[in-house]
């Protein structure tokens, strides 16, 4: 959850937490004073305080679930994909 997106200071006092969903809260929420503790000691500042900035999920990388949503993926990145799926005479399945 922490690595998705990383934490991040805004001034001197408000530690930012970007979170996906609810639920994500919920777990830091329940992590918060051993974090904050080693926080707050670590960076020398007794007043740090948490506040959580949701993301949207189009934000992330998109997920290709579906053989045509892989495939519109890979012509994105490789628009080439195109012309040699056309000259092969390929069809998606």
Known sequence: M?????PRLKGTQVVVFP?????????LLKEKTPLFNYLR???????????????????GPQKAFTVADKYKLLAEKNPVLNK???ALN????
């Open 41 to 59: 000691r670590e960076l020398k500042n007794a007043g740090l305080r948490l506040e959580i900035e949701y993301v949207r999920e189009g934000t």
């Open 2 to 6: 922490l690595t998705a997106h990383s």
């Open 90 to 93: 390929l069809d998606l399945e």
């Open 84 to 86: 040699l799926k056309d």
């Open 19 to 27: 979170l996906q969903n609810e639920t994500q809260e919920v777990e």
